[in-house]
């Protein structure tokens, strides 16, 4: 069965900290994963996927297939990170989505 | 916002009732998803569209259910709603073609006393 597991369900860093926000799925096929983030009060965007490899807002993921994960990274983190951020996975049509992570930025 | 709008985008209602919830798109995506969200679960998807009268079963659809009769509307239903349906509901498109993320509406707050 497909399952994506944020073990953390909140994380706190002081600002100019590198956070990590981690991710681990279970799927038996090849996995489309994705990280979402929600802003307080607005509604979810796409933050990135792993098959473009890029960028965004200073935040990367890379999709470890050993260890089945998709963990994702920023070296400095600031004020502005400060949200609930989702992995999902696409299998099929459908989307499975963690619990979630609400990260808090400290000034 | 991917021209993805919802209604309506707060509703109080009563055990027992009906509600309708509408997610439109101006995108002409084939692909639509009800989803809820609910602390500790995350986002669970209800149903979702792949094209007009063409839906299926998410994890959670007990309860519910759907309609897509034209490309930009997907409704969902709550035939007799219950306190446990209590939640912020959320709709997302997706193209399907060259690019397989979702693009969210701005969400329902639902409460049912």
């Known amino acids: 069965a497909q399952r994506v597991t944020q073990p953390e369900k909140l994380l706190s860093v002081f600002k100019g900290a590198p956070v990590e926000l981690k991710c681990n799925y279970s799927?038996?096929?090849?996995?489309?994963l994705f990280w979402y983030v929600q802003y307080s009060r607005q509604r979810l965007q796409l933050l990135l996927r792993h098959i473009s490899r890029e960028s965004i807002k200073g935040f990367t993921a890379d999709l470890n297939k050993g260890e089945t994960s998709f963990h994702l990274k920023k070296p400095f983190a600031q004020e502005e990170d400060s949200a609930m951020y989702y992995c999902?996975?696409?299998?099929?049509?459908?989307?499975?989505f963690g619990t979630g992570t609400s990260l808090t930025v400290i000034p | 916002d991917a021209g993805i709008t919802q209604s309506p985008r707060h509703k109080v209602t009563e055990t027992g009732t009906p509600v309708t919830l509408r997610c439109h798109q101006t995108e002409n995506h084939r692909y639509m998803y009800w989803y809820r969200q609910d602390p500790g679960h995350g986002l669970r998807l209800i149903h979702y569209s792949y094209g007009v009268k063409d839906t299926d079963k998410g994890e959670v659809s007990d309860g519910y259910s759907v309609s897509r009769s034209k490309t930009e509307d997907f409704l969902l239903t709550l035939e007799s709603a219950t306190s446990s349906q209590t939640s912020v509901y959320f709709c997302?498109?997706?193209?399907?073609?060259?690019?397989?993320?979702?693009?969210f509406g701005p969400g329902t707050r639902l409460t049912v006393l």
């Open positions: 997302a498109i997706r193209e399907g073609l060259s690019y397989n993320e979702q693009f």
């Open positions: 799927y038996s096929g090849s996995p489309e």
């Open positions: 999902a996975l696409r299998a099929g049509n459908q989307f499975y």
